[in-house]
Protein backbone atom coordinates (compact mmCIF):
# COMPACT_ATOMS: atom_id res chain seq x y z
CA UNK A 1 0.00 0.00 0.00
CA UNK A 2 1.48 3.61 -0.83
CA UNK A 3 -0.65 5.29 1.91
CA UNK A 4 0.57 5.14 5.32
CA UNK A 5 -2.08 3.19 7.51
CA UNK A 6 -1.09 5.04 11.18
CA UNK A 7 -2.43 8.60 10.28
CA UNK A 8 -5.97 6.93 9.15
CA UNK A 9 -6.29 5.22 12.54
CA UNK A 10 -4.60 7.41 14.67
CA UNK A 11 -7.70 9.54 15.23
CA UNK A 12 -10.04 6.99 17.01
CA UNK A 13 -7.54 6.57 19.90
CA UNK A 14 -7.33 10.75 20.17
CA UNK A 15 -10.39 11.06 20.32
CA UNK A 16 -11.80 8.13 22.63
CA UNK A 17 -8.94 9.26 24.84
CA UNK A 18 -9.24 12.70 24.37
CA UNK A 19 -12.88 12.93 25.89
CA UNK A 20 -12.11 10.41 28.42
CA UNK A 21 -9.98 12.98 30.67
CA UNK A 22 -12.60 15.90 29.73
CA UNK A 23 -15.53 13.50 31.09
CA UNK A 24 -12.75 12.36 33.73
CA UNK A 25 -12.26 15.79 35.12
CA UNK A 26 -16.17 16.47 34.61
CA UNK A 27 -17.09 12.98 36.57
CA UNK A 28 -16.35 14.59 39.84
CA UNK A 29 -19.70 16.94 39.24
CA UNK A 30 -21.28 15.10 37.80
CA UNK A 31 -21.11 11.45 39.23
CA UNK A 32 -20.38 7.84 38.05
CA UNK A 33 -22.78 8.02 35.04
CA UNK A 34 -19.89 10.32 33.88
CA UNK A 35 -17.73 7.73 35.18
CA UNK A 36 -19.18 4.62 32.93
CA UNK A 37 -18.71 6.79 29.55
CA UNK A 38 -15.45 7.40 30.35
CA UNK A 39 -14.63 4.20 31.43
CA UNK A 40 -16.19 3.06 28.09
CA UNK A 41 -14.04 5.93 26.15
CA UNK A 42 -11.25 4.75 27.95
CA UNK A 43 -11.42 1.18 26.64
CA UNK A 44 -12.02 1.78 23.16
CA UNK A 45 -9.18 4.30 23.21
CA UNK A 46 -6.55 1.56 24.63
CA UNK A 47 -8.50 -1.12 22.29
CA UNK A 48 -7.90 1.31 19.55
CA UNK A 49 -3.91 2.65 20.20
CA UNK A 50 -3.25 -0.85 19.78
CA UNK A 51 -4.78 -0.98 16.25
CA UNK A 52 -3.00 2.48 15.48
CA UNK A 53 0.54 1.13 16.81
CA UNK A 54 0.11 -1.66 14.93
CA UNK A 55 -0.32 0.57 11.83
CA UNK A 56 2.63 2.68 13.06
CA UNK A 57 4.90 0.32 13.32
CA UNK A 58 3.75 -1.09 9.37
CA UNK A 59 4.39 2.15 8.08
CA UNK A 60 7.71 2.68 10.16
CA UNK A 61 9.10 -0.13 8.05
CA UNK A 62 9.07 2.81 5.18
CA UNK A 63 11.26 4.80 6.79
CA UNK A 64 14.87 4.33 6.00
CA UNK A 65 17.39 4.05 9.03
CA UNK A 66 19.81 6.42 8.35
CA UNK A 67 17.17 9.42 8.11
CA UNK A 68 17.08 12.16 10.14
CA UNK A 69 13.35 11.18 10.93
CA UNK A 70 14.35 8.51 13.36
CA UNK A 71 15.54 10.18 16.29
CA UNK A 72 12.06 11.65 16.44
CA UNK A 73 10.20 8.66 15.47
CA UNK A 74 11.78 6.90 18.31
CA UNK A 75 10.99 9.81 20.71
CA UNK A 76 7.90 9.34 19.12
CA UNK A 77 7.41 5.71 20.09
CA UNK A 78 8.43 6.28 23.63
CA UNK A 79 5.75 8.81 24.30
CA UNK A 80 3.07 6.33 22.61
CA UNK A 81 4.08 3.87 25.29
CA UNK A 82 4.11 6.00 27.91
CA UNK A 83 0.46 7.63 26.38
CA UNK A 84 -1.03 3.68 26.36
CA UNK A 85 0.69 2.91 29.74
CA UNK A 86 -0.58 6.12 31.85
CA UNK A 87 -4.50 5.53 30.39
CA UNK A 88 -4.20 1.94 30.41
CA UNK A 89 -3.13 2.13 33.77
CA UNK A 90 -6.53 4.58 34.87
CA UNK A 91 -8.72 1.91 32.91
CA UNK A 92 -7.27 -1.28 35.31
CA UNK A 93 -7.53 1.13 38.76
CA UNK A 94 -11.59 1.61 37.92
CA UNK A 95 -12.28 -1.96 37.20
CA UNK A 96 -13.61 -3.95 39.89
CA UNK A 97 -15.15 -7.36 39.31
CA UNK A 98 -15.62 -6.52 35.50
CA UNK A 99 -17.66 -3.55 36.38
CA UNK A 100 -16.34 -0.05 35.79
CA UNK A 101 -16.59 2.21 39.22
CA UNK A 102 -16.62 5.52 39.89
CA UNK A 103 -13.16 7.28 39.58
CA UNK A 104 -10.73 8.82 41.81
CA UNK A 105 -8.23 11.23 42.03
CA UNK A 106 -5.52 8.81 41.04
CA UNK A 107 -7.21 7.39 38.19
CA UNK A 108 -8.45 11.06 36.75
CA UNK A 109 -4.85 12.09 38.07
CA UNK A 110 -3.19 8.96 35.31
CA UNK A 111 -5.69 10.05 32.42
CA UNK A 112 -4.83 13.91 32.60
CA UNK A 113 -0.62 12.92 32.56
CA UNK A 114 -2.00 10.49 29.77
CA UNK A 115 -3.60 13.56 27.93
CA UNK A 116 -0.42 15.39 28.16
CA UNK A 117 1.90 12.64 26.91
CA UNK A 118 -0.67 12.02 24.33
CA UNK A 119 -0.31 15.88 23.35
CA UNK A 120 3.76 15.89 23.28
CA UNK A 121 2.70 12.27 21.04
CA UNK A 122 0.91 13.87 18.80
CA UNK A 123 3.28 16.69 18.28
CA UNK A 124 5.99 14.50 17.79
CA UNK A 125 3.85 12.61 15.21
CA UNK A 126 3.25 16.26 13.28
CA UNK A 127 7.16 16.50 13.11
CA UNK A 128 7.72 13.61 11.48
CA UNK A 129 4.68 14.14 8.61
CA UNK A 130 5.20 18.48 8.32
CA UNK A 131 9.24 18.75 9.06
CA UNK A 132 10.53 15.18 7.79
CA UNK A 133 7.99 14.33 5.24
CA UNK A 134 7.27 10.92 6.26
CA UNK A 135 4.01 9.47 4.89
CA UNK A 136 3.93 12.54 2.65
CA UNK A 137 3.96 11.97 -1.61
CA UNK A 138 5.82 14.84 -2.43
CA UNK A 139 5.54 14.91 -6.16
CA UNK A 140 2.58 17.44 -6.30
CA UNK A 141 4.55 19.88 -4.31
CA UNK A 142 6.99 22.41 -5.51
Known sequence: MSHPVHPILV???VAFWSFATVGDLLSFKYGERLS???GACLTLGTL???VAMGGGLFDMLKIK???PAMKV???HIVFVVITWGLYASSLFLRIEEKTLVQVGVLEVG???AGFICLCVTGFL???LVYEYGVGVDNKFCD
Open 125 to 127: GGR
Open 65 to 67: SDS
Open 36 to 38: EVT
Open 73 to 75: LNL
Open 48 to 50: MAL
Open 110 to 112: LSV
Open 11 to 13: HFP
